[in-house]
């Protein structure tokens, strides 16, 4: 059974007498496990579709169901909880908060999402060993490299273990060989820990790792 479904999803924007389409019907199913690579021309939609897909964006028509719950989007808060609940996001520029440390950073997602307790540092611990950055897990953002931050990133994702991990570009900063240590990352989440990863990238060495490759052009993904 998908963890995450998306069909016939259309988005469109009004500029003034205007409407242009993004995406024209599109449909995607993830299942747990597995890493799925989406690729693309700039302008593809393919960013388009990854916001709507973790409930940032609400399509024009057409519908998403994540962990069997579908993503209402007359209800804003019912939407940020779903998202909260179900999803991680890892983006290009890592999005660290810069006073905070590593371990840090991944403790306030923890709180964003609800959890609280005494446990709570040591649920952070735990990704931020996961991604290997025991050593460095009192270091601000400033005082890690690229590849590094990226973990960290990863690390906050998976807090509050969600069963979806989106990624937008996420070897983007990083040069071939840290790129390759980060791919490997997500394919061992996917076979280790079950979830469903789905990367949205221009990176070539994504297929290394993918079970499937997806290319998006003109708004539909093709065959």
Known sequence: ?????????VKEYQEGRERTRILHGVSLALEPGEVVSLQG????????????????????????????????????EALAALRRRWIGFVFQQYNLFPSLSALENVQYALQIK???????????????????????????????????KQRVAIARAMAGEPPVLLADEPT???????????????????????????????????????????TIRDGLIQA
């Open 114 to 148: 609800g959890h609280r307790g005494p446990d709570l540092r040591t649920k952070a611990r735990r990704w931020i060993d996961e991604m290997g950055l025991g050593e460095r897990a009192h270091f601000l953002p400033r005082d890690l490299s690229g590849g590094q």
């Open 172 to 214: 983007a900063n990083l040069d071939s060989h840290v790129g390759q240590q980060v791919l490997q990352l997500f394919r061992r989440l996917a076979s280790d820990h079950g979830r469903a990863v789905l990367i949205v990238t221009h990176d070539p060495q994504v297929r290394a790792v993918a079970d499937r490759v997806l």
């Open 1 to 9: 059974m998908p963890v995450l479904e998306a069909r016939d999803i």
């Open 41 to 76: 021309p700039s302008g593809s939609g393919k960013t388009t579709l990854l916001q709507i897909l973790g409930c940032i964006l609400s399509p024009t028509s057409g519908s998403v169901t994540v962990h069997g719950e579908p993503a209402r989007n007359d209800r804003p």
